[in-house]
């Protein structure tokens, strides 16, 4: 069984820093995109990152370039999303997903294995 778990999330003023963790178990790592995704009040599901960990490549949405970094770390099964000069827009709870396969996408439609999420609260 897939799962995923995410934990990190906080509040932070703007400017700040946040690390958010994904812990992965279940499935073979290495055989999976892990994506990163954000969901805010009245809004859908935004992709915001993700990465093939076999690779290590990576891709992020044009908001989050320059400021957000994600990474994994394969012997813990783990991925990250360090998220620097956050904005109060940055406000969401942030989903960490998984997909077999080894293609870069950030539509929610491509993943079908989805942690609960962590709320990330950025104050202006």
């Known amino acids: 069984e897939v799962q995923l778990v995410e934990s990190g999330g906080g509040l932070v003023q703007a400017g700040g820093s946040l690390r958010l963790s994904c812990a992965a178990n279940?499935?073979?790592?290495?055989?999976?995109?892990i994506g990163w995704f954000r969901q805010a009040p009245g809004k859908e599901r935004e992709g915001v990152s993700c990465?093939?960990?076999?690779?290590?490549?990576?891709y992020y949405a044009d908001s989050v370039k320059g400021r957000f970094t994600i990474s994994s770390d394969n012997a813990k099964n783990t991925v990250y999303l360090q998220m620097n000069s956050l904005k109060p827009e940055d406000t969401a709870v942030y989903y960490c997903?998984?997909?077999?396969?080894?293609?870069?996408?950030?539509?929610?439609?491509?993943?079908?294995?989805w942690g609960q999420g962590t709320q990330v609260t950025v104050s202006s």
């Open positions: 997903a998984a997909t077999r396969g080894l293609l870069l996408r950030l539509s929610r439609y491509g993943y079908n294995n």
């Open positions: 279940g499935f073979t790592f290495d055989d999976y995109t």
């Open positions: 990465i093939v960990s076999r690779y290590g490549n990576t």
